[in-house]
């Protein structure tokens, strides 16, 4: 008998060392690697001239030397299911470019500054480096931080010219027609287009892009008018390293509080748009 046990005990030792040996390595999924985008809020009542366009300081500040308009619109229900999941489906449109942008982004709130924490939550959902169709993003505001996936897709309307953007229905057809399979397949396979289907416009939203040079950074400023009749501004800057984003953010915070223009919140003009 104790031979008998002595040898099913070798068997069970050989066969698990057998396993072991030749059972393929399980890979941790490699982390998204993203760049950085500052972003903070400027105070239009005290930015724009009587006319409405910037004004001479803040264009000789921030070397502002080029500008475009654009028209930007949200698909989204209107309790914004899209958005209390993370996701945001965005149509934009450039003068002088016959081509309109849909993007899809997913976003992941980041705590306490703790960037790779999110990442390993995204990746989780997929999102790691082998999902290559999408941008990987830090977007950094006066106080919190956000994580973002892009997917963006260009293509021409026949029936819309100059800035216009489509309607409802020609939009929710595109978003559907194009939409991504991470969006496609998120809670179950159904949803997204579930929603989109019962989507409304949040928009369309007019505004101009100001480009300029600031401290070696190429600058954008964006300034909008909503539907209420009152505007907002958008001052941003990008960059891949970590670092530089820390310490040119905190410049651009110090010269826009110089000026009285910053507005001290995290607040954004993808959520106050989606919020009219």
């Known amino acids: 008998m104790k031979k008998l046990l002595n040898s099913l005990a070798t068997i069970f030792l050989t066969i698990l060392t057998i396993t072991f040996t ?3 390595a399980v890979h941790a999924s490699s982390l998204a690697t993203p760049n950085y985008e500052v972003k903070l809020m400027m105070d239009t009542s ?3 001239d009587t006319n409405g366009d910037l004004s001479s300081t803040v264009k000789s500040i921030f070397g502002i030397y080029s500008s475009k308009n654009l028209n930007v619109q949200y698909l989204d229900t209107q309790n914004l299911a899209l958005n209390n999941e993370g996701w945001i489906v965005r149509m934009r449109k450039f003068d002088n470019d016959d ?4 993007t899809y982004k997913k976003r992941y709130s980041i705590t306490s500054g703790n960037i790779n924490a999110a990442l390993q939550i995204a990746a989780n959902d997929g999102f790691d480096t082998s999902a290559n169709n999408y941008s990987a993003q830090v977007d950094w505001g006066y106080a919190n931080e956000t994580l973002s996936f ?3 897709k260009d293509f021409s309307y026949a029936d819309y010219s100059s800035l216009d953007l489509p309607d409802t229905s020609s939009s929710i057809e595109s978003a559907i027609d194009n939409i991504p399979g991470k969006l496609n397949k998120y809670l179950y396979k159904g949803w997204a287009q579930s929603q989109l289907n019962n989507s409304v416009l949040h928009g369309p939203y007019s505004g101009t892009r100001y480009i300029g040079q600031w401290d070696n950074l190429k600058i954008e400023l964006e300034v909008y008018e909503l539907n209420n009749g009152s505007s907002i501004a958008e001052i941003s800057f990008k960059t ?9 953010r905190q410049k651009l915070i110090n010269t826009l509080t110089a000026s009285n223009w910053l507005i001290k919140s995290d607040e954004t003009k993808t ?4 919020g009219e």
Do not use: V
């Open 240 to 248: 891949d390293d970590i670092n530089q984003a820390s310490t040119e």
């Open 22 to 24: 030749f059972s393929p």
């Open 271 to 274: 959520g106050i748009m989606l």
């Open 99 to 102: 081509n309109t942008e849909l």
């Open 150 to 152: 892009s997917n963006d």
């Open 46 to 48: 005290k930015i724009l």
